[in-house]
């Protein structure tokens, strides 16, 4: 009798346990979800009184989606992209960057120009989703994005060769080129690496734009190459990193330990974690000729650093932070920051060398508060 008992309460546990892991897989996404994405698949940033929609917001969510194996809500922001920001037909038309509620209360794209940052997410999304998950037609629709990037974002600067630019329009002029630095993930960089040219090319330059535009250890959020001068480090408006930058150290911190970048790119930006170490939390903004900083970044910047620092107590600091101070319904920058950093350094996804996804989608809950 006894026996029955235990095989039976060990059965309902079994249940329970299933039930649980399969319920709260990811917390800190379903909260994403419900305060920041629309049935429809759009994600909403709350913070423009637009309730703008960006490639970018769009992109992100497509990769945790994946990271959490949520196919459903994958499919959703999909076809929310393609059909409103690619009018349509993302193997022929580069995502609009923006979207939202015009003057006359209609909604549409605000502005069609494209962002490289967006679009190389997406289509990395597409590809990995495809192969993860067999689905040939999210392969398809990654690798036609792919070579409408290469065709429309990709540029030959003289003395760097192939460069991502931020978007199709605007970054170009008679006397040389703007960058983001943030802009495409060196992982993102070595994966692109297997459909060739451009991308073999670009995986070098980007470590170069990487390397070459931190004078003091720190990244710029933006970033002149002129034709005669080269990189233009020491303009008389103040060069900054700080919203867009912070990406750049989330970026690194993420990089397998096999790659080869890594290291290099650590030692490089060792200022960014000295800095936060020593006054226990990251800058806000900081000069980048100059080194000097200012303010104290939001909860999203801590996260980002997670996987950055490797000083275990002032991680566990910044880990701390995040936990104390959770970003809430109006803050979705800090909030795709924190997943991604979180989300990191809870083991619940990597990436390996080549850069493809290792998802960990067998894991139980861990608490993301």
Same mark, same amino acid.
């Given at each position: 009798m006894m026996k029955g008992v235990r095989q039976g309460c060990l059965a309902l546990l079994t249940l329970v346990t299933l039930q649980a892991s399969a319920a709260?897989?990811?917390?800190?996404w379903q909260q994403f979800k419900k305060d920041y994405i629309s049935d429809g698949g759009r994600v909403i940033d709350p913070s423009d009184a637009r309730k703008i929609t960006t490639?970018?917001?769009?992109?992100?969510?497509?990769?945790f989606a994946l990271a959490a194996n949520d196919r459903a809500a994958f499919a959703s922001l999909f076809d929310w992209t393609q059909n409103n920001l690619a009018q349509g037909d993302i193997k022929a038309h580069l995502p609009g960057w923006l979207w939202g509620k015009k003057e006359d209360n209609s909604w549409s794209v605000l502005d069609s120009n494209s962002a490289a940052d967006g679009d190389v997410? %997406?289509?990395?999304?597409?590809?990995?989703a495809g192969r993860l998950w067999k689905m040939p037609a999210?392969?398809?629709?990654?690798?036609?994005?792919?070579?409408?990037i290469a065709s429309d974002e990709v540029v030959k600067v003289p003395g760097l060769g192939s460069m991502l630019l931020p978007?199709? @329009?605007?970054? @170009?002029?008679?006397?040389?080129?703007?960058?983001?630095p943030s802009?495409?993930?060196?992982?993102?960089?070595?994966?692109?690496?297997?459909?060739?040219?451009?991308?073999?090319? %670009?995986?070098?330059?980007?470590l170069r734009l990487l390397l070459e535009t931190a004078p003091k250890g720190y990244s710029p959020n933006w970033v002149r190459f002129d034709k005669k001068k080269g990189w233009q480090l020491k303009q008389d408006k103040s060069l900054l990193g700080s919203y867009d930058? %912070?990406? @750049?150290?989330?970026?690194i911190g993420m990089l397998n330990d096999a790659d080869p970048q890594k290291a290099r790119l650590l030692a490089k930006f060792k200022p960014m974690a000295s800095q936060t170490e020593k006054a226990g939390l990251p800058p806000e903004k900081i000069d980048i000729a100059t080194g000097k900083v200012e303010g104290n970044g939001p909860v999203g910047f801590s996260a980002s650093l997670l996987p950055f620092l490797q000083n275990r107590d002032a991680q566990a600091l910044q880990r701390q932070r995040v936990a104390d101070n959770f970003p809430g319904n109006d803050a979705y920058f800090s909030y795709v920051l924190t997943l991604f950093?979180?989300?990191?350094?809870?083991h619940r996804f990597r990436f390996t060398a080549r850069g493809e996804l290792l998802p960990d989608w067998g894991q139980a809950c861990v608490s993301s508060h």
């Amino acid at each position: 009798m006894m026996k029955g008992v235990r095989q039976g309460c060990l059965a309902l546990l079994t249940l329970v346990t299933l039930q649980a892991s399969a319920a709260c897989d990811w917390p800190a996404w379903q909260q994403f979800k419900k305060d920041y994405i629309s049935d429809g698949g759009r994600v909403i940033d709350p913070s423009d009184a637009r309730k703008i929609t960006t490639s970018e917001g769009q992109s992100y969510a497509m990769f945790f989606a994946l990271a959490a194996n949520d196919r459903a809500a994958f499919a959703s922001l999909f076809d929310w992209t393609q059909n409103n920001l690619a009018q349509g037909d993302i193997k022929a038309h580069l995502p609009g960057w923006l979207w939202g509620k015009k003057e006359d209360n209609s909604w549409s794209v605000l502005d069609s120009n494209s962002a490289a940052d967006g679009d190389v997410w %997406i289509a990395w999304s597409l590809l990995e989703a495809g192969r993860l998950w067999k689905m040939p037609a999210y392969s398809e629709a990654g690798k036609a994005l792919l070579s409408r990037i290469a065709s429309d974002e990709v540029v030959k600067v003289p003395g760097l060769g192939s460069m991502l630019l931020p978007g199709k @329009v605007g970054f @170009v002029d008679d006397a040389g080129w703007r960058f983001n630095p943030s802009y495409l993930p060196p992982q993102l960089a070595n994966y692109f690496v297997r459909y060739g040219a451009p991308w073999n090319a %670009i995986q070098a330059t980007n470590l170069r734009l990487l390397l070459e535009t931190a004078p003091k250890g720190y990244s710029p959020n933006w970033v002149r190459f002129d034709k005669k001068k080269g990189w233009q480090l020491k303009q008389d408006k103040s060069l900054l990193g700080s919203y867009d930058a %912070i990406r @750049v150290y989330l970026w690194i911190g993420m990089l397998n330990d096999a790659d080869p970048q890594k290291a290099r790119l650590l030692a490089k930006f060792k200022p960014m974690a000295s800095q936060t170490e020593k006054a226990g939390l990251p800058p806000e903004k900081i000069d980048i000729a100059t080194g000097k900083v200012e303010g104290n970044g939001p909860v999203g910047f801590s996260a980002s650093l997670l996987p950055f620092l490797q000083n275990r107590d002032a991680q566990a600091l910044q880990r701390q932070r995040v936990a104390d101070n959770f970003p809430g319904n109006d803050a979705y920058f800090s909030y795709v920051l924190t997943l991604f950093g979180q989300g990191w350094d809870q083991h619940r996804f990597r990436f390996t060398a080549r850069g493809e996804l290792l998802p960990d989608w067998g894991q139980a809950c861990v608490s993301s508060h």
